[in-house]
């Protein structure tokens, strides 16, 4: 009788998933939405650890002004009142009845757990600060700033009776853009298969801490830098902030390293967008670009050397080049496609649970659109838990750059050679002790076993 119950009960769960993948997706007029473009961030063994991004503010946040600020928020952007639903190892985007509300806590919430709703985007607040949480499935770091900056907006207005809207930021009442919604890994791209495209090595430098940490804890270091300063020393050495702290940290490396037998990469976080013509995608659209330093390059001056790197990277954006390494991209979703299970489609991912990009990573999430409201922001930071090594995450506003160093080691050896090259440069910044941190990983899925640290 016992079994006949436990049939039933899940035939009647399954028959609501299948009512659910059919009847709703990012949006409610969207349908058999399944995951594509977020497929690698769904199947490590212990789940994906939430990226988040720091707001904080010349003032205690306000619980009331950032209950009203949400309230209004997320009238705007359906697809992240959203949760995920499982059926045969692949997952799918429905609408999700359960309130997405901020809450007022040190501790960041798994993501997909009941206790947020099965949300995959959470909004908590402490002291001064607004922390956004967000599932890499879902969106990456492009896909979830106009939400934080309609949030910011909001805030502000309720908090600091701010009323200029900063040109660009989305409003509740606001309809989506084309496009916004669709994932731009469902097919594939024509591109011109005779033009000859760059090629570069991923056999790079790596530095010792490079490897799997049995450290369950990760740690961060904070630069706020000039924005004065900093754009100052880019616009006379024709770089870009994205190619100036790579060369700089490069630069730090080699110091540390004076003995470095292959070029030092920095591994770009770049976004595809424009050349897979989706514009306005809120989706996964992201590949990695590499800027090698080498000897040779060593010996130029700043300005050569981000000159050429301007032509590295001009390459690497390539229309053509971006839609090939797309294609790539989609071998891989492909495959997975082809499994029928969630455990195969683990195993087959559980190589990157391991894959390591040598030298370190950087990503440049861009400016913010803050207006007016930027005198009440003092620093935003972005970072997450639970990848090897040493990475970069970057956020400008409007008077700084807020850089986050974030590694799988307690050393600050790397932030102290970057800030030396910061003061060689005469640029202005400050510079945190190192912070023990650990975002929690997701709960979409039981896990046999939870990470050390980590909560069921």
Same mark, same amino acid.
């Given at each position: 009788m016992g079994n006949v119950f436990h049939e039933f009960y899940d035939t009647l769960k399954q028959n609501e998933k299948d009512l659910l993948i059919r009847t709703s997706g990012s949006t409610s007029k969207d349908k058999n939405e399944r995951i594509r473009s977020g497929q690698s961030y769904l199947y490590k063994k212990q789940g994906m650890e939430s990226e988040v991004i720091e707001i904080r503010f010349d003032k205690k946040v306000s619980g009331s002004a950032l209950t009203s600020a949400l309230a209004l928020t997320k009238k705007r952007y359906p697809y992240f009142r959203t949760k995920l639903v499982e059926k045969d190892g692949d997952f799918y985007i429905v609408q999700n009845r359960g309130v997405l509300s901020s809450r007022r806590t040190k501790k960041l919430s798994k993501l997909g757990h009941i206790s947020v709703g099965k949300h995959l985007i959470d909004v908590t607040y402490h002291g001064n600060t607004i922390f956004v949480s967000f599932h890499h499935a879902l969106c990456d770091g492009r896909g979830v700033?106009? #939400?934080?900056?309609?949030?910011?907006?909001?805030?502000c207005? &309720?908090?600091?009776?701010?009323?200029?809207?900063?040109?660009?930021?989305?409003?509740?009442?606001?309809?989506?853009?084309?496009?916004? =919604? #669709?994932?731009?890994?469902? &097919?594939?791209?024509? #591109?011109?298969?005779?033009?000859?495209?760059?090629?570069?090595s991923r056999d790079?430098?790596?530095?010792?801490?490079?490897?799997?940490?049995?450290?369950?804890?990760?740690?961060?270091?904070?630069?706020?830098?000039?924005?004065?300063?900093?754009?100052?020393?880019?616009?006379?050495?024709?770089? =870009?902030?994205?190619?100036?702290?790579?060369?700089?940290?490069?630069?730090?490396?080699? %110091?540390?390293?004076?003995?470095?037998?292959?070029?030092?990469?920095?591994?770009?976080?770049?976004?595809?967008?424009?050349?897979?013509?989706?514009?306005?995608?809120?989706?996964?659209?992201?590949?990695?670009?590499?800027?090698?330093?080498?000897?040779?390059?060593? &010996?130029?001056?700043?300005?050569? *050397?981000a000159t050429e790197q301007r032509e590295i990277l001009k390459a690497q954006r390539d229309r053509d080049y971006c839609r090939k390494e797309a294609n790539a991209m989609l071998g891989l979703f492909n495959k997975l496609d082809s499994l029928p299970s969630f455990e195969e489609k683990q195993k087959i991912m559980s190589y990157f649970d391991s894959f390591l990009l040598n030298t370190y990573v950087v990503s440049y999430l861009g400016q913010f659109k803050l207006g007016e409201n930027a005198e009440h922001v003092r620093e935003m930071y972005f970072y997450n838990s639970g990848a090897a090594g040493l990475g970069i995450n970057m956020i400008a506003c409007e008077s700084?750059?807020?850089? %986050? #160093?974030?590694?799988?080691?307690?050393?600050?050896?790397?932030?102290?050679?970057?800030?030396? *090259?910061?003061?060689?440069?005469?640029?202005?910044?400050?510079?945190?002790?190192?912070?023990?941190?650990?975002?929690?990983?997701d709960s979409i899925m039981k896990r046999k076993k939870s990470r050390k640290g980590d909560e069921k």
């Amino acid at each position: 009788m016992g079994n006949v119950f436990h049939e039933f009960y899940d035939t009647l769960k399954q028959n609501e998933k299948d009512l659910l993948i059919r009847t709703s997706g990012s949006t409610s007029k969207d349908k058999n939405e399944r995951i594509r473009s977020g497929q690698s961030y769904l199947y490590k063994k212990q789940g994906m650890e939430s990226e988040v991004i720091e707001i904080r503010f010349d003032k205690k946040v306000s619980g009331s002004a950032l209950t009203s600020a949400l309230a209004l928020t997320k009238k705007r952007y359906p697809y992240f009142r959203t949760k995920l639903v499982e059926k045969d190892g692949d997952f799918y985007i429905v609408q999700n009845r359960g309130v997405l509300s901020s809450r007022r806590t040190k501790k960041l919430s798994k993501l997909g757990h009941i206790s947020v709703g099965k949300h995959l985007i959470d909004v908590t607040y402490h002291g001064n600060t607004i922390f956004v949480s967000f599932h890499h499935a879902l969106c990456d770091g492009r896909g979830v700033m106009p #939400f934080v900056e309609t949030l910011v907006y909001y805030y502000c207005r &309720q908090q600091y009776k701010t009323k200029k809207v900063p040109e660009g930021v989305r409003l509740r009442n606001d309809p989506l853009l084309p496009g916004e =919604t #669709f994932d731009p890994f469902m &097919q594939g791209y024509e #591109f011109d298969e005779n033009k000859e495209f760059i090629s570069l090595s991923r056999d790079a430098f790596a530095i010792p801490e490079n490897k799997p940490s049995e450290d369950s804890t990760d740690y961060r270091c904070e630069f706020k830098v000039s924005h004065t300063d900093f754009m100052r020393v880019c616009k006379e050495n024709n770089a =870009t902030p994205v190619i100036l702290v790579s060369l700089l940290m490069s630069k730090a490396i080699a %110091e540390i390293y004076p003995d470095y037998d292959k070029p030092i990469n920095a591994n770009i976080a770049t976004d595809m967008r424009e050349a897979l013509d989706c514009p306005n995608t809120y989706k996964n659209c992201v590949k990695s670009m590499i800027l090698p330093y080498s000897r040779e390059l060593s &010996q130029k001056t700043l300005k050569m *050397q981000a000159t050429e790197q301007r032509e590295i990277l001009k390459a690497q954006r390539d229309r053509d080049y971006c839609r090939k390494e797309a294609n790539a991209m989609l071998g891989l979703f492909n495959k997975l496609d082809s499994l029928p299970s969630f455990e195969e489609k683990q195993k087959i991912m559980s190589y990157f649970d391991s894959f390591l990009l040598n030298t370190y990573v950087v990503s440049y999430l861009g400016q913010f659109k803050l207006g007016e409201n930027a005198e009440h922001v003092r620093e935003m930071y972005f970072y997450n838990s639970g990848a090897a090594g040493l990475g970069i995450n970057m956020i400008a506003c409007e008077s700084s750059f807020c850089i %986050e #160093f974030k590694q799988s080691f307690a050393s600050n050896r790397y932030a102290r050679a970057f800030s030396a *090259q910061l003061d060689k440069l005469g640029i202005g910044h400050t510079m945190s002790e190192m912070i023990p941190f650990l975002t929690p990983t997701d709960s979409i899925m039981k896990r046999k076993k939870s990470r050390k640290g980590d909560e069921k």
